[in-house]
């Protein structure tokens, strides 16, 4: 059992950091610079604050690492030592002059997805597009991300099993539904999330009735009412990790069309499950979900890809979407969230994420699946 609250240690950033060399060295890149989002405290345990002021690690593919970082962020940072240099900019330096400097010019440059325009527009003009090739930094950090480690399923399931509490609560009748504002219940959906451990809320979907049908519905100002379908979908980061899941209740005995219909998607959920072994494709999750809502006739209504992986965010690779034809690889996380949308009446999610392993799937969740019937 992997203590969540331990430190990562510096090993496992020295580690990190050579399998991110390693990567560079296969794809052909020669500096590596990651700013604010997941691949920063990924490689080095710091997370930057979104802020304008530039803070960047910076990986040549031999050499040192730095991190480049305004002064006054210098006493939040935790030294690993041979992981990174720290190298600290005055507000009145030019910080891209500065990783222009340590690393430049390059023949060719990764740079994170969630790095601010601001700072590559700067980079261009230390390094143009006709001598340096740009590519993202998913190029290098994809594979790496893609595939946990044992401290990272750890902190997976820890987050999921908070979650599948919370979920509990929901078929439990513990959360009240009639009466109540779907925004109202998803902010005690999100306050429950921190109660059983969760650090942040990221969504908390709450749609009753009609507003079901859109898969990304805001909770509204809307009324739930007795005889609905309300359907959840909700999850939070836990020491650095995300949860996720969909779960749907009825109010009062569901009719016989939703009843059936949700008997169509729970076996559709299951056979996405059971369909992300190590070696298939990413795209055979969707398709083995796909073909039992299309052969029951609601194929046009199921209107999005079946899952996406999960990790440090929310929403990252792999994702199990027609097309993917990525070998699902041991420590690959992932949603399985088929859904069916009748636009203007009724929506229906069932949603878990899950491990790929040696040994088969690993479910993250285990609330109950089935479309239970509450009536509060
Ligand atoms: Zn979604
Ligand atoms: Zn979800
Ligand atoms: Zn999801």
């Known amino acids: 059992m992997v203590d969540m609250n331990e ?7 020295l580690d990190r950091i050579a399998r991110a060399r390693a990567s560079m060295a296969a794809t052909g890149v020669d500096v590596l610079l990651v700013s604010v989002g997941s691949d920063l405290p990924y490689l080095t345990g710091y997370e930057a604050m979104p802020l304008e002021r530039l803070t960047m690690l910076v990986v040549p593919r031999d050499g ?27 507000e009145t330096e030019d910080p891209v002059a500065i990783v222009a400097r340590l690393a ?93 451990g969760h650090d942040v809320v990221n969504f908390a979907i709450v749609a009753a009735g009609e507003n079901a049908a859109s898969p990304h519905h805001h909770a509204s100002e809307r009324v739930i009412r007795h005889g609905e379908l309300v359907l959840c979908d909700f999850g939070g980061t836990m020491n650095g990790y995300c949860s996720d899941i969909t779960r749907c209740v009825s109010i009062g005995e569901p009719p016989a069309e939703v009843a059936d219909a949700y008997a169509v998607l729970f076996d559709a959920q299951a056979a996405g499950m059971s369909a992300g072994v190590v070696g298939a494709a990413c795209e055979d999750v969707d398709r083995a979900a796909r073909r039992i809502i299309d052969d029951a006739g609601y194929g046009e209504h199921f209107i999005h890809r079946t899952g996406h992986g999960i990790g440090m ?30 636009s203007g009446r009724w929506g229906m999610r069932l949603e878990d994420c899950v491990v790929a392993t040696a040994d088969g799937p690993l479910a993250l969740n285990d609330a109950d699946h089935s479309l239970v019937v509450v009536e509060c």
């Open 7 to 13: 430190p990562i240690s510096t090993t496992t950033y």
């Open 64 to 90: 040192e690492a730095t991190l480049v970082i305004p002064r006054l962020e210098a006493p939040r940072v935790v030294e690993q030592p041979g992981v990174f240099e720290l190298q600290l900019w005055d």
């Open 104 to 196: 430049g010019p390059p023949a060719t440059v990764a740079v994170g997805d969630t790095m601010w325009a601001r700072f590559v527009v700067g980079l261009l003009e230390h390094w143009p597009s006709n001598t340096t090739q740009y590519l993202r930094s998913a190029t290098v950090m994809s594979a790496l991300r893609m595939c946990k480690d044992a401290a990272e399923i750890a902190a997976l399931q820890a987050a999921g099993a908070a979650a599948d509490r919370v979920a509990g609560q929901l078929h439990a009748g513990e959360i009240p539904l009639v009466g109540r504002t779907e925004a109202a219940v998803s902010a005690d959906i999100s306050a429950r999330l921190l109660a059983e």
């Open 313 to 342: 965010e929310a929403h990252e690779d792999p994702y199990m979407v027609e097309g993917n034809t990525l070998p699902i690889a041991p420590g690959h996380a992932f949603s399985v969230e088929p859904g069916i949308y009748l």
